[in-house]
């Protein structure tokens, strides 16, 4: 099994084709960033991850983590990894300088959260929570907790959570049955039980501050009844000491598919009797809107994810390939075996793997990009416009990158053969820590039905359709840039075509016929995020070719026409898919339907 090899000239030309990180640092709060800056510090985070996280990465997926008596104990090398973490300075990049933190871009923390996730997915998982649960608390808390609970958080000498699920309520919130009882200091006891909470218990931090969603008296049923509470592991003294031990406990870890180090807990609240102690964040009855802005973070975070694992596979994958001899390709010396990269077959899986993956990293750091304009420029519709673009490409980067996560890391194992079966090479715990992805922070179906629920109509459909004149328009520069690009040019623009048709079709039926627009959300989220990947794919390739032309030697010669080749590629092999799906996406309802429920248990 191959270490990981941060991929820094993807993520340097990305960043400058995608992101434009010179503007983003132009922008009001990032005066103290430059790109100069940015380059140094992926530098040194690469070495970082690559030295520090990467090593525990195997020893995590093998040990595992276990509980008793209500403590989880992690890997060793989990603990020495986190604290060289903190120690560094890493987890408060892009958090705000109020609380200690380093206030760069946004966008940069999608590059760190790419790098630490590719390194370890189970020991990423912290880390990443913690930023949504920050996040929350900067937006919504008073003063008083974000004095309270923010520099500790943002150092990461604490971690954080978010609480949703129960045993009754999954992707339905609104069932959940977890109570708030007001004391009469102003504070609340917290009763009830939370499953699936990511790094939920553990030894790592030296506290860990839950955001725990739960009902308050006489509350409204469904989701508009539900608050949100500030729940710390160890209650903190009005000194900023720790005190006591919170009335919640671990009952249990899950046994999982994948993501073995990364503890995924059952807890109880309010196990002693006394109801745990929690603190009311904003306002009661607010708590679905404020765990939204969590969960949006979250939803970009866990694409970054199939990002993340598909980069780490694909490397993986070319090892492989490069090494092991089978066969003899077309064309070689007869009487010796032939190293399997030689064979059209594997060049096919590993391009279409190497194109996915900068798909996935543009798609990614453009909805970043666009979030940092949101939140800093100084013009109120640009920032507008950029929020929209964001909230459309929310869906896309969860659900599109994520499924295509899991497509390549079954791909990395086809291309080991065999050997990609057996857990020793690796392989396969990549395909199984990315099948997660597309389940939680919402289930990529949901993502789908947001889609074209919500974000496709917004703004009576302007938002949609800004995006697809922008990406027909494009197709004017791809000519500008010449014969080569032709190809590109042609299949980008029928796709538009084809999307811009399924998204009519959406408008015309959403109002009188709905349950045939949500038939066809996910292949409409699959049709989209294809379409905008191969877009960006050729926003890359152009960026390469004028690189190549002034000569710039930022980037070597041979890497920036292999973007080229990689952008063709996806024109002609895996844009195609954008037209197939068209008649998925009208196809209605009435099939899904003309069964009847028992017949699928036959």
Not at 303 to 315: H, K, M, T
Request: with cysteine.
């Amino acid at each position: 099994m191959s270490d990981y090899r941060t991929p820094l000239d993807d993520i340097r030309l990305t960043l400058d084709a995608i992101s434009d990180i010179s503007s983003i640092c132009d922008l009001p709060g990032y005066e103290h960033v430059d790109p100069e800056m940015v380059d140094g510090m992926l530098e040194e985070l690469s070495r970082f991850v690559t030295e520090v996280i990467g090593p525990v990465d195997r020893i995590g997926d093998q040990q595992g983590c276990t509980v008793e008596d209500g403590v989880v104990t992690l890997p060793e090398e989990f603990h020495t990894a986190w604290d060289q973490f903190v120690e560094a300075g890493w987890s408060s990049i892009s958090q705000d300088p109020d609380y200690g933190g380093g206030g760069f871009p946004g966008a940069i923390q999608t590059v760190m959260t790419e790098m630490i996730g590719a390194a370890s997915r189970s020991w990423s998982m912290g880390p990443m929570l913690t930023v949504g649960a920050i996040d929350a608390i900067h937006a919504f808390a008073n003063e008083e907790l974000k004095e309270t609970y923010l520099p500790k958080m943002v150092a990461s000498q604490w971690s954080g959570t978010m609480n949703l699920t129960e045993p009754q309520a999954g992707s339905d919130v609104g069932a959940l049955t977890t109570k708030a009882v007001p004391q009469d200091d102003g504070s609340w006891r917290i009763f009830g039980t939370k499953i699936f909470i990511t790094y939920g218990e553990h030894e790592l931090s030296e506290n860990i501050i839950q955001l725990v969603l739960a009902r308050t008296p006489d509350s409204p049923p469904g989701t508009k009844g539900i608050s949100l509470f500030i729940v710390p592991k160890y209650i903190v003294n009005e000194d900023g000491t720790l005190g006591e031990r919170n009335d919640y406990k671990c009952l249990s870890v899950e046994h999982k598919l994948g993501l073995h180090a990364s503890p995924t807990c059952v807890l109880s609240y309010g196990d002693a009797g006394e109801g745990a102690v929690g603190y009311l964040l904003g306002e009661e009855h607010q708590g679905m809107r404020y765990m939204f802005k969590m969960m949006n973070n979250a939803r970009l975070g866990v694409g970054v994810e199939g990002l993340a694992v598909s980069e780490r596979s694909i490397q993986l994958a070319s090892d492989y390939a490069q090494e092991r001899r089978q066969g003899r390709a077309v064309g070689s010396p007869a009487g010796e075996q032939s190293l399997i990269i030689d064979h059209a077959d594997v060049r096919r899986m590993l391009l279409t793997m190497r194109a996915y993956t900068d798909a996935m990293r543009g798609v990614l750091y453009l909805n970043a990009a666009c979030l940092d304009i949101a939140r800093n420029h100084s013009d109120e519709d640009i920032a507008q416009a950029a929020s929209d673009r964001a909230e459309l490409l929310t869906p896309i980067s969860k659900g599109w990158c994520t499924d295509i996560g899991c497509e390549m890391t079954s791909i990395g194992i086809q291309v080991h053969g065999g050997y990609g079966y057996i857990e020793e090479t690796g392989a396969a715990q990549h395909f199984r820590d990315a099948r997660i992805s597309p389940i939680y922070e919402g289930t990529n179906g949901i993502q789908a039905i947001d889609l074209v629920g919500r974000k496709v109509p917004m703004k009576n459909g302007a938002v949609i359709k800004g995006l697809l004149n922008e990406i027909q328009e494009f197709g004017q520069k791809l000519n500008d840039a010449g014969e080569e690009f032709s190809l590109i040019r042609e299949n980008l623009v029928e796709a538009a075509v084809a999307t811009e048709k399924a998204t009519d079709w959406i408008f015309s039926n959403g109002i009188e016929n709905p349950n045939d627009v949500m038939a066809g959300a996910t292949p409409y989220l699959r049709m989209l995020g294809q379409l905008v990947g191969g877009w960006l794919l050729a926003r890359q390739a152009v960026f390469a070719q004028e690189q190549v032309l002034a000569d710039n030697t930022k980037f070597d010669k041979e890497y920036l026409n292999n973007k080229i080749v990689t952008a063709r590629f996806y024109a002609e092999q895996l844009l195609p898919i954008v037209g197939a799906q068209l008649n998925a996406v009208t196809a209605g309802s009435s099939d899904l339907y003309a069964m009847q429920a028992e017949a699928f248990s036959i």
